[in-house]
């Protein structure tokens, strides 16, 4: 078959098979996303690694135990060892001097030694052949069966009522655990709760991204929603969805190249996602953050040739004189392409008038260019009055200031200092475009 | 309320001593604190004040003594206590907002899975426009300045509407207009009765800020009003050599096998 046919036949459902596979894949990605969202603002995401890698022992013995391959009996090894591994992690910073760096290398080395000591032991024995053990290392989404799913469902059911219903609690456990126990909440009970959370999140997680990659779907679709929300509901719920898109993404490219592991693949995905967020989020991401740089810089432009056509009328109180765009760029120091673009503009805005060539304000345009340079000169006031600095020293803040002042700070700026006339270097402060307005 | 405060001091504390890895921190403190007073806490870094503020709120493990609200354990007093931690204590980054923060005041009074109700919400509203936050509500956290995340805290604690107010360095890192407001308000809760003890670190403005003082350097050095315990004398011994054997024997005994 082709990968356009394995496409349809994936995405189609129609193979009972295939649904198992991308139900699994879409808890464990959800599961793992929403409640490593907690470990990542509590900054144990890291303890949530250390405690993938202690997983596996846990499976290995199950293994040993059982003799076969039954899901949730290996997830219950994989939780007690996993518990005993975060437990271990505790006694270590608790007791020893060492700190919690120290304390997740040791823990997580020295469980994954022994794991890989069992499964390889495991390996070599007849049963043990088929077994299929090392995929949990690095996940195997193709390995979900109906079994499973109804398994992962029942668990992230329960996960998603106790965070319900114990929501409030959590989220002041994880922001200020201190102020928590002082108003009488049971931390301990809290953190056990967390604690236990993030230990079945990696559990559940182990068969489709496998122990070693873990850490990745605790961290990296809660970093990544992050990007989008500053609401803690929202993030959690964004997380979700973005641990889902990569469950999905992973368990479909293993479909098509079964002998793929899952768990990279989930990883590229939620990195994809990552990046995306980091380029495009509405208030973090870098893009957005360029864009509005951009607009600033053209602002700036904009406001600079209302303000020189202002004051170059400014002697003979006529403002609307025609100038040439040579002139104008003559009377600041704008670059060509930057200067003509920024007529352009003031234009369509219809602060400028064009004719023959040249330019000249429209009525906006001189009011725009009065404020402008009022802000300018109000600002240079102020500075004088309070911080007392010498006049050549005003010039260069009031450059910046005059592009940022609201109308709000102008209006403070003119009730303190007493609707000035002049400015520090005896020019008119104008406000004539006040009056009209 | 009334009958959990019987005639006993706000906050008594008895031969308390904590340490922290056997290394003591607090030696053998042993007060009782008046009601009604703004108490300013004052000693060198290192003296062990946030130690004792949270030794008090019961957050740390004591190695001998014990404490008492109102002549009752801590633990059936709790409500009666309100907690302002150090700024620096919490990332501020954290996804949510203001309101939400000083909301966090009324959780002390919900049953394990309860929510906050509405008029929960009302009363978290009223101490942010009591600290002149009511237009920074819905503002993310992370977006406020240091003054104002510090009176975020102080909201949180009004929210809680205790009767003993424990403050680790409410005047960190604030401009001198929000020192200013802080104060008036630390004042206001003063003359309804409350009993503040506030760690406290600019010697300038203890006499004019405080009722008592109390001295700390590892032990209790003094505990008495301003105007009679606030000397060179009593500050020498607080910042001065003095405790430089006991401070050695700390050591010693943090470093025993």
Do not use: C
């Amino acid at each position: 078959m082709d990968i356009w046919d394995l496409t349809v036949r994936f995405f189609s459902m129609t193979d009972a098979n295939v649904r198992y596979v991308v139900a699994g894949s879409v808890l464990l990605g959800g599961i793992a996303g929403a409640f490593g969202t907690f470990a990542f603002l509590q900054r144990r995401s890291l303890i949530g690694d250390a405690i993938a890698h202690a997983t596996l022992p846990g499976v290995g013995f199950a293994f040993l135990i059982l003799g076969r391959k039954e899901l949730h009996w290996l997830l219950l090894g994989a939780a007690i060892s996993g518990w005993a591994g975060a437990l271990a992690i505790d006694a270590i910073t608790r007791h020893s001097r060492l700190k919690l760096d120290a304390a997740l290398g040791i823990v997580l080395s020295a469980f994954f030694g022994l794991g890989i000591v069992i499964l390889t032991y495991i390996q070599k024995t007849g049963a043990g052949a088929q077994s299929g053990l090392d995929k949990f290392l690095f996940g195997q989404a193709a390995a979900i069966g109906r079994q499973d799913v109804i398994v992962l469902a029942v668990i992230g059911a329960i996960m998603v009522t106790v965070l319900l219903s114990l929501f409030a609690k959590l989220k002041i456990m994880t922001f200020d655990a201190g102020f928590a126990a002082s108003a009488g909440l049971n931390t301990g009970l809290l953190q056990f709760v967390l604690t236990t959370m993030l230990v079945v999140t990696v559990t559940v997680g182990l068969q489709a991204v496998g122990v070693v990659l873990m850490a990745a779907i605790l961290i990296i679709p809660a970093a990544a929603a992050r990007q989008w929300t500053d609401n803690l509901k929202i993030m959690l719920v964004l997380s979700a969805l973005f641990g889902m898109i990569s469950g999905v993404t992973g368990a479909y490219i293993s479909f098509l190249k079964p002998h793929f592991p899952t768990g990279p693949w989930i990883v590229v995905s939620a990195s994809l996602i990552f990046i995306f967020s980091i380029m495009f989020a509405t208030k973090r991401g870098i893009v957005v953050r360029l864009v509005r740089q951009l607009k600033n810089r053209r602002k700036m432009t904009e406001d600079h040739v209302l303000k020189v056509l202002f004051k170059a009328g400014m002697d003979s109180r006529n403002w609307r004189a025609l100038y040439p765009p040579l002139h104008i760029s003559q009377l600041w120091s704008f670059g060509a392409a930057e200067l003509k673009r920024g007529l352009k503009r003031l234009v369509s805005r219809g602060e400028l008038e064009k004719e023959g060539g040249m330019y000249r304000l429209t009525e906006n345009g001189v009011s725009s260019g009065a404020r402008v340079t009022r802000l300018h000169r109000l600002w240079e006031v102020y500075l004088e009055r309070h911080l007392e600095l010498p006049p050549d020293h005003l010039h260069r803040d009031a450059e910046e200031m005059e592009h940022i002042i609201t109308p709000e700070v102008e209006k403070r700026l003119e009730e303190m200092l007493g609707h000035p006339v002049l400015d520090p270097h005896h020019q008119e402060i104008p406000y004539f475009d006040k009056a009209k307005s | 309320m009334t009958d959990n405060r019987n005639n006993a001091a706000p906050i008594e504390v008895h031969d308390l001593t904590v340490a922290y890895r056997k290394k003591p921190v607090l030696w053998d403190i042993d007060f009782s604190l008046p009601e009604g007073q703004l108490i300013g806490m004052v000693g060198p870094n290192g003296a062990g004040k946030s130690t004792l503020i949270k030794a008090i709120m019961g957050l740390l493990p004591l190695s001998s003594g014990f404490i008492k609200i109102y002549g009752k354990p801590l633990e059936i007093q709790r409500e009666l206590v309100g907690y302002v931690p150090q700024r620096e204590s919490v990332d501020w980054d954290f996804p949510t907002d203001a309101l939400d923060v000083v909301t966090m005041g009324r959780y002390g009074k919900l049953s394990l899975f309860g929510r906050p109700s509405k008029e929960d919400k009302e009363i978290a509203m009223d101490a942010l426009e009591k600290v002149g936050l009511a237009d920074f509500a819905k503002r993310q956290i992370s977006q406020l300045s240091g003054g104002q995340q510090q009176r975020v805290f102080l909201a949180r604690a009004l929210a809680q509407d205790a009767v003993i107010y424990l403050m680790d360095e409410p005047f960190a890192g604030v401009d001198a207009a929000t020192e200013k407001a802080i104060i008036e308000l630390l004042g206001e809760l003063k003359n309804k009765g409350k009993t503040l003890l506030v760690v406290h670190h600019d010697l300038n403005t203890v006499a004019e800020y405080f009722d008592w003082v109390m001295l700390l350097n590892l032990r209790l050095i003094k505990l008495g009003p301003v105007q009679e315990i606030f000397n060179n004398e009593n500050l020498r011994t607080t910042y001065g050599g003095k405790l430089n054997l006991l401070s050695e024997m700390a050591e010693k005994i943090g470093k025993m096998p």
